[in-house]
């Protein structure tokens, strides 16, 4: 078909918004609607290309989103109205933009005469979000709206990735005012061009740094996941034969079982892998950004290292700790690049200096290695993980909420694979776990979707069990029921002197019956030994939603975890013991 | 230190509230700043002055870097580059011999008088914001009124540019 005499379609504005993200190869959308997007949902309603997904509050639709885009690796899309509406996105925006996803979202306004006169749900969502965004335009003329659809999904994509909104005044989707579509293949931008492959010269630097390590570590995050680059990093360091650590964002970039992986670092890292860290002399930094969470004081961090980071985000290189060897560049090619120049070097690394760094980190490995007191009537939350870990054999999706949950998740479920652990690292948002499984059910109907959650966090989006009846998403969410904001009762603990503010919940749902009461099934496991069958039963079918609520010690801590203050590697090992 | 950063910027609406909302977001300080379109309609140049260690200018020039809108940057501090503000000052000035001192000293500055009533005078002062402030300080003497500065503009010297 030839593009030249064929005349371009003529859309409403409104048609366009649908039309253009069927021709990005959107397959969901996930929203509400609401006075200034109900044009948009008429046209959303007259095709059938791209589904909508009704959630029962903002929020949730754009974790379901930036899940979607954390699984997929693929921008999600969020519709949602003016004012209220797009005040309730404005938590979800903010947390994918700090874990860096990419994320569409489309916010009604207000007709464009009316704003600044103070209208009916008006709000700036322009101002309100310009800080928690990668970008953000508004459409001023119609014919605009294919082009700044292209536009959004580019700049959410490219580069360092992120969320965009889009605002849409109510006049722009006018159902009788047609105009020429036509959806661009391409973007240029010349304010705008993120490069991709690393400079040659400092590649080349930092082989020959790494080859010539004594006490060499590899530092992955997020940056692998986002990046696909989980093949490229697994293959460099069984080639050199490096010890890997991974971030809270990059669990999965390396497995979990090989014997290579120190565990996650920083502050409810393992004790080798901080160990590993603080007595390193070159570390490879990939797609990470040296967080406080992982550095601790950053004038005690790892005193003797060559550091040699390699990110996409210029900003995110020297920010808190300097490189050496800086690398601007996606992951994946620069870590294609470093595999060819190690290829053509003759060079091998020091083996016998790695010989003695590696029996130094078994002994490190040997002094906590994760261990935990198992041998009580109670049941411990970290059992519970190790038990789902084995049960869906380390491949499950596993989403999670924030607090002491997560970190038990992160620390004992055994990710092998990348975009399988989904977390909220950056901003830290209760609520994400169960809206963030949805997403990911939905997309992928025949994986194992787990959702990590804490009784506390849970009822921060417990309406989304409506949405899963609707939709019939299995996902399977574990409680860890421990009857307290846990990870607040610890820092109470550690530093208040169990001066429990507000820590404890009193009047909890009965959340089996809760569960019920949506449509799904509730189980209730109090003893250790309940634990097997339920799980079974659980994971016996992949489309029934399963509510487990599990009791588990509300006096257990996660540990290890750092002393405030100090270097990466001072911790406390238990209740009773510290480095 | 000091700097001087100059940035070519897309005219777009907000472009600007997303600069100044970048310093106060992060807690850079804006010493100065002065915007107005350029020859070429579609970009606007600003002229920002900041102060802060060499971590900290490393930042601020990195993160302007990633608005979108940020078409160019240049930290003109870091090589030769001419710069000017300018001022323009209202003071009191009623007795002859007052006035006349006034004068003199607009004058030592190469100063223009651009409105007189029988008890003011209003001067323009074009320079670098040293020479305006040493000006001010010249005239502590008669009292001023009014003060108003534009900002600092500036420019490399030489064959260096911030263009397309
Ligand atoms: C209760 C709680 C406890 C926590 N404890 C810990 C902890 O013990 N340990 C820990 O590690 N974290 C912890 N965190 C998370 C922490 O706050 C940070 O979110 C996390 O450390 C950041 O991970 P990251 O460095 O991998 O960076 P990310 O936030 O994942 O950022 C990715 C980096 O990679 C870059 N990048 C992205 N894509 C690419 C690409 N394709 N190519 C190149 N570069 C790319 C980005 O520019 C960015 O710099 C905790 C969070 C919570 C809520
Ligand atoms: C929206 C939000 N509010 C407050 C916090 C602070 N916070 C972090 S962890 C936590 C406790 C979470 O309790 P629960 O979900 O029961 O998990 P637990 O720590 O007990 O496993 C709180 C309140 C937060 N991270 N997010
Ligand atoms: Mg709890």
Not at chain 1, 180 to 207: D, W
Not at chain 1, 472 to 486: Q, R, S, T
Not at chain 2, 9 to 29: D, I, K
Not at chain 2, 107 to 119: E, L
Request: charged share 20%; net charge neutral.
């Amino acid at each position: 078909m030839t593009s030249q005499n064929t005349k371009p379609e003529m859309l409403s504005g409104a048609a366009m918004v649908i039309r253009a993200l069927a021709d990005e190869g959107v397959e969901y959308l996930y929203g509400y609607p609401g006075g200034a997007v109900l044009h948009i949902y008429d046209a959303l309603f007259q095709q059938s290309k791209v589904k909508h997904v009704l959630v029962r509050h903002e929020q949730a639709a754009t974790h379901m989103a930036d899940a979607y885009a954390r699984a997929s690796g693929k921008a999600g899309v969020v519709l949602v109205t003016s004012g209220p509406g797009a005040t309730n996105a404005v938590t979800g925006i903010a947390t994918a933009y700090m874990d860096s996803i990419p994320m569409v979202v489309l916010t009604g306004q207000v007709m464009s005469h009316l704003i600044g006169e103070d209208a009916f749900q008006e709000t700036d969502m322009l101002g309100i979000s310009r800080p928690i965004v990668k970008h953000n335009m508004s459409v001023r003329r119609p014919e605009d709206i294919p082009y700044l659809i292209k536009k959004a999904f580019y700049i959410a994509q490219s580069g360092r990735p992120g969320p965009v909104v889009l605002d849409i005044p109510k006049d722009m989707t006018m159902p009788n005012e047609r105009y020429p579509y036509q959806y661009p293949e391409s973007i240029k931008l010349r304010s705008y061009n993120p490069t991709a492959a690393g400079h040659p010269g400092q590649i080349k630097k930092a082989v020959t740094a790494l080859l010539k390590a004594k006490r060499p570590v590899i530092y992955a995050g997020g940056g692998v996941i986002m990046g696909q680059a989980a093949e490229e990093l697994t293959e460099l360091a069984r080639k050199l034969n490096y010890p890997v650590t991974n971030t809270l964002m990059g669990l999965g970039a390396y497995p979990a079982a090989d014997r290579q992986f120190v565990g996650m670092l920083g502050m409810h890292g393992s004790y080798e892998a901080n160990m590993t860290m603080h007595h390193a002399d070159v570390i490879l930094a990939v797609g990470a950004r040296f967080d406080d969470r992982v550095t601790n004081n950053t004038k005690k961090f790892c005193p003797d290292a060559t550091i040699i980071h390699i990110d996409i985000d210029p900003a995110s290189i020297s920010k808190t700790i300097n490189a050496h060897i800086p690398i601007v560049g996606l992951v994946k090619p620069v870590l294609a690049a470093m595999l060819a120049q190690l290829e053509q070097k003759k060079a091998q690394p020091d083996a016998p200096a790695l010989a003695t760094w590696w029996q130094q980190i078994d002994e490190w490995r040997a002094v906590h290695g994760g261990r935990y007191d198992n041998d009580t009537p109670v049941l411990k939350p970290q059992a519970v993980i190790e038990a789902v870990s084995r049960i869906t054999k380390g491949e499950a999706y596993v989403t999670s909420d924030v607090g002491q949950h997560q970190m038990f998740a992160a620390q004992y479920y055994q990710f092998n694979k990348p975009n399988r652990w989904i977390n909220s690292g950056g901003l830290g948002t209760m609520g994400f776990g169960l809206p963030a499984a949805m997403g990911v059910k939905l997309n992928y109907p025949d994986a194992d979707v787990v959702c990590v959650t804490g009784e506390g966090s849970i009822q921060m989006n417990i309406q989304e069990l409506s949405t899963c009846k609707q939709y019939g998403l299995g996902v399977k969410i574990i409680n860890l029921n421990n009857g307290y904001l846990g990870m607040v009762k610890q820092w109470q603990d550690m530093n208040y002197e169990s001066r429990y503010a507000s820590s404890y919940m009193d009047s909890l749902p009965d959340f089996v019956k809760l569960a019920e009461a949506y449509g799904h099934v509730g189980i209730r496991v109090t003893k250790p030994e309940e634990l097997q069958p339920a799980l079974e039963r659980a994971f016996a079918s992949k489309d029934q939603l399963v509510f487990l609520d599990i009791h588990v010690d509300p006096k257990e801590h996660v540990y290890p975890m750092q002393v405030p203050g100090g270097a990466i590697n001072e911790m406390f090992l238990s209740k009773t013991k510290r480095t | 230190m000091r700097h001087i950063i100059s940035v070519l910027l897309e005219n777009e609406p907000g472009s600007l509230a997303r600069v100044v909302g970048l310093f106060a977001q992060r807690g850079y300080n804006i010493d100065s700043l002065t915007v107005a379109p350029t020859e070429d309609a579609t970009m606007s140049r600003l002229t920002l002055v900041t102060h802060g260690n060499d971590q900290v200018i490393e930042q601020i020039t990195k993160q302007l870097h990633k608005l979108i809108e940020v078409v160019k940057l240049q930290d003109l501090s870091e090589s030769a580059h001419v710069e000017r503000e300018l001022m323009l000052i209202k003071v009191k000035a009623t007795s002859g011999e007052h006035r006349d001192e006034v004068k003199r000293c607009a004058d030592i500055f190469r100063g223009q008088i651009i409105d007189v009533t029988a008890k003011t005078y209003t001067i323009q002062v074009v320079g670098t914001s040293d020479k305006l402030d040493a000006f001010i300080e010249a005239l502590k003497g008669a009292s001023i009124i009014e003060v108003v500065r534009s900002g600092v503009s500036g420019i490399a010297r030489g064959e260096k540019t911030l263009t397309l």
